[in-house]
């Protein structure tokens, strides 16, 4: 069990009588199904679908949403979020909470707005006492081993959704709900084959944490050859874990290795069909 403070995540609130239309035409979730009181993680990219932000969008009523994004993605996640909202009646605005994760707990705490997906609940403003007993990299860990993939600055503007599982992973792409931002390059990659790229999950035991944005090594009859884009680490009791972009067509038995460590990582499950 954990209750860890995510203080890695910014909230903002979109609120306005043109919320829903102005999202649902700049996110790729399906908005207008968004029961209120439910969540789901979504993506915003950009003309050519590659992502400037993954979020959790919350709906609050039926004008009023909040998005807890990663602040390491801000600015730029939400001046693209909304960079035409000058011609709609919706504002955005950050919004000072204290966000709780937790995982594994069963205890009823009351919240300002709570969320749950799995064995997970997040608590914006806990209206009672929380014992924190745990940092956010417990969290990411958790991201990690359930594979929710964890954009950074580092990575922004790289990838289209496909390329990090999106598609699997709660509502976060609607293919049928029309026309948004990168919607063309998302609605290819699913119908023409054109993705070729999948985020799987390593670990190994290691105090090293490697670069984000760098690569690993994959063993060839040749040798070893450099492949994959590092999306996250995180180096929790001595094991460090990751997500890496690889080929989708990546073997269960192919080896790979960090570079400057040469130790083998143990490719993980995903929990979820790609």
């Known amino acids: 069990m954990a209750v860890i403070h995510?203080?890695?995540?910014?909230?903002?609130?979109?609120?306005?009588?043109?919320?829903?239309?102005?999202?649902?035409?700049?996110?790729?979730?399906?908005?207008?199904?968004?029961?209120?009181?439910?969540?789901?993680?979504?993506?915003?990219?950009?003309?050519?679908?590659?992502?400037?932000?993954?979020?959790?969008?919350?709906?609050?009523?039926?004008?009023?949403?909040?998005?807890?994004?990663?602040?390491?993605l801000l600015p730029t996640a939400l001046d693209q979020l909304k960079k035409y909202a000058v011609f709609s009646k919706v504002t955005f605005t950050p919004v000072e909470a204290k966000i709780v994760g937790l995982?594994?707990?069963?205890?009823?705490?009351?919240?300002?707005?709570?969320?749950?997906?799995?064995?997970?609940?997040?608590?914006?403003?806990?209206?009672?006492?929380?014992?924190?007993?745990?940092?956010?990299?417990?969290?990411?860990?958790?991201?990690?081993?359930?594979?929710?993939?964890?954009?950074?600055?580092?990575?922004?503007?790289?990838?289209?959704?496909?390329?990090?599982?999106?598609?699997?992973?709660?509502?976060a792409i609607s293919f049928s709900k029309g026309c948004y931002i990168g919607q063309e390059t998302v609605a290819r990659a699913k119908y023409r084959g054109a993705n070729k790229r999948a985020m799987f999950a390593f670990k190994a035991k290691t105090d090293f944490i490697p670069k984000i944005g760098s690569e690993i090594e994959m063993q060839l009859e040749s040798g070893w050859r450099q492949t994959g884009t590092i999306l996250s680490a995180v180096n929790f009791d001595g094991v460090l874990w990751l997500q890496v972009v690889l080929s989708n067509q990546l073997e269960e038995n192919q080896v790979v290795r960090l570079p400057e460590t040469q130790e083998n990582l143990e490719i993980l499950p995903l929990p979820y069909e790609l």
């Not at 979504?42 to 909040?66: N, V, W």
């Not at 009351?110 to 609940?121: I, P, T, W, Y």
């Open 6 to 72: 995510l203080s890695q995540y910014q909230l903002i609130e979109i609120a306005g009588v043109d919320a829903e239309k102005y999202l649902q035409g700049q996110v790729t979730a399906d908005v207008t199904k968004l029961a209120i009181g439910a969540s789901t993680l979504t993506a915003h990219c950009d003309p050519k679908g590659k992502m400037t932000g993954i979020f959790r969008l919350i709906r609050l009523s039926t004008e009023q949403f909040y998005m807890l994004v990663r602040s390491a």
């Open 103 to 171: 995982i594994d707990e069963n205890s009823e705490i009351s919240a300002q707005v709570c969320v749950e997906f799995g064995n997970r609940k997040i608590l914006i403003n806990p209206e009672s006492a929380v014992n924190i007993s745990d940092d956010f990299a417990r969290w990411d860990l958790a991201d990690i081993q359930q594979g929710y993939p964890i954009l950074s600055d580092k990575t922004q503007g790289e990838f289209i959704p496909q390329a990090l599982n999106l598609q699997a992973i709660e509502q």
